[in-house]
């Protein structure tokens, strides 16, 4: 049985990664000031923050149903069954559709998505583990139900610099953004499950970075990690938006705490940056698989 592991843009894997992993990306599409643009295709992360930095309209989309069964045609005519890893179904409706298209009769046990309700950094790991597990000769049905199975073993904290960007996207009323943008409040979101909640308020961003630091160690401890004494099942991440220098200044920060800890620092996925902004970050985990 060969099969193919198939994610989108989200994950933070990019084209240039995908002859090397062996893998295929879905771009996800961006209207930006009514002009369409894919991401990693026709659009950078730099040019994407020097349009959302200068007011340009940015919407984000999912990709048309037609662009999805394309890709599943195409890795059809060379792999026998397909999973598929897409951003969590409570960020986007991207999830939903291509689950309802793997219902069809033409993709019925051939294509498995999986709603591991995760995202960028984590929905990356899901998509290393599903290589791995692919190369050990499981099947799609075995390695999205391997997936699911773990999809709660994950957390991600994320912390804004202003809350101007959620105000554009109704997460908060234009009052609220104006008060917070006063007393220069910092919120922390959090990402359990399905969507993107409201976790703490501060008012700088050092406060921030250790909220997310306690925070993750409590999940860790709690749920995620719990028997191990140095967490040593656990994989730790950092993702940012625009601002490279700033999330590895807080890596070095968490490899203080976690120093036998390999820490990926990636962007993040521009689907989630357009709804937070320049100058975020964010600290996640999740359980090792393999």
Not at 53 to 74: I, K, L, R
Not at 211 to 224: P, S, T, W
Request: proline fraction near 3%; include cysteine.
């Amino acid at each position: 049985m060969k099969v193919a592991i198939m994610t989108d843009s989200n994950s933070g894997i990019t084209q240039a990664e995908v002859k090397k992993l062996g893998i295929f990306v879905l771009p996800m599409p961006f209207t930006i000031d009514q002009k369409e643009y894919l991401e990693d295709i026709n659009l950078t992360q730099d040019e994407f923050y020097n349009k959302l930095m200068n007011n340009a309209e940015v919407f984000t989309s999912q990709p048309a149903v037609g662009e999805v069964t394309h890709f599943f045609n195409t890795i059809l005519e060379e792999y026998d069954q397909i999973v598929h890893i897409p951003m969590s179904s409570g960020l986007s409706g991207s999830c939903q559709t291509a689950i309802m298209l793997s219902q069809e009769d033409e993709y019925k046990d051939k294509v498995f998505v999986v709603d591991s309700q995760r995202i960028s950094v984590t929905q990356k790991w899901d998509v290393y583990d599903a290589i791995e597990l692919a190369k050990q000769g499981k099947t799609g049905q075995e390695i999205h139900d391997i997936l699911m199975n773990n999809k709660m073993n994950a957390t991600i904290y994320i912390t804004v610099n202003t809350l101007e960007y959620l105000k554009k996207g109704g997460r908060v009323t234009p009052a609220a953004a104006a008060l917070g943008g006063l007393l220069k409040i910092k919120p922390i979101l959090t990402i359990q499950g399905e969507k993107l909640d409201s976790f703490q308020k501060t008012r700088t961003m050092i406060k921030a970075r250790q909220i997310m630091i306690d925070a993750v160690l409590k999940d860790l401890k709690d749920r995620i990690d719990p028997n191990s004494d140095h967490f040593e099942n656990t994989r730790l991440m950092i993702a940012y938006t625009y601002d490279q220098e700033q999330a590895l200044e807080f890596k070095k920060q968490v490899e203080e705490i976690f120093p036998n800890h390999e820490i990926i620092c990636d962007p993040l996925s521009l689907s989630v940056a357009c709804h937070i902004g320049p100058h975020s970050l964010a600290l996640a985990a999740c359980k090792k698989l393999i």
